[in-house]
């Protein structure tokens, strides 16, 4: 089943701009055809690492809403997001 990973940061190191470990692991999201919905992010959090076996659409807000015209997760490529806290992030697969 194609998944999504999803692990909260609090800080990034100044030096390479890379998430300061350890960070918070997410339950995975299932990906589907179907948008799915994380967990609201937590108080703490300023930034996540999203990565993907499959690629797919990304959304984030209080309550995203992702479709087939929202931003694009390529598969096996994790891409690093500066969020707000309790902001969540919805995906769905991209059958394009």
């Known amino acids: 089943m194609p998944r999504v990973d999803i692990t909260e940061y609090e800080s990034m190191s100044r030096e390479h701009t ?3 470990e350890p960070g918070r ?3 995975p999201l299932t990906a589907g055809s179907q948008p799915q919905l994380s967990e609201p992010f937590g108080v703490a959090t300023k930034f996540v690492m999203i ?8 959304a984030f807000g209080k309550e995203p809403e992702v479709t087939k ?3 694009r997760l390529w598969p096996r490529q994790p891409m690093c997001f500066a ?3 309790e902001q969540r992030v919805a995906v769905m697969i991209s059958r394009e």
């Open 83 to 85: 969020v707000s806290p």
């Open 18 to 20: 890379l998430p300061c």
């Open 51 to 58: 990565a993907s076996d499959v690629p797919c659409h990304y």
């Open 25 to 27: 692991d997410q339950k």
């Open 69 to 71: 015209d929202s931003k």
